[in-house]
């Protein structure tokens, strides 16, 4: 039984550390008013998802030109809230949960 409690608090910190994570980021983003709708919703969703994100992707969600999701995805790399990679030909974009909370 004694594990199972120290299990349940380490998760209890676990949420409340995510919880003001999130609302960080989400200051961040509401105090940027540098930040479009698009830049604001993909930092929104790759804090949800963990996972990174690419052009096309965005062009798809956002059904717009290729060159826009690209030019919304390397400001919010030049701002620091994106880190860019490669990956064969194609360049991902990661979220940098740290810039986002400072």
Known sequence: MRQLDIALKSFEKYIEKTKSVNKK???????????????????????????PTTVREMQERYNITYQTARTDLLGLTKLGYLRKHTRGKQFIFLLDKDKCIE
């Open 25 to 51: 980021i989400f200051e961040t983003i509401k105090n940027n008013p540098n930040l479009n709708f698009r830049q604001a919703d993909v930092i929104i969703t790759l804090t949800k998802n963990g996972r």
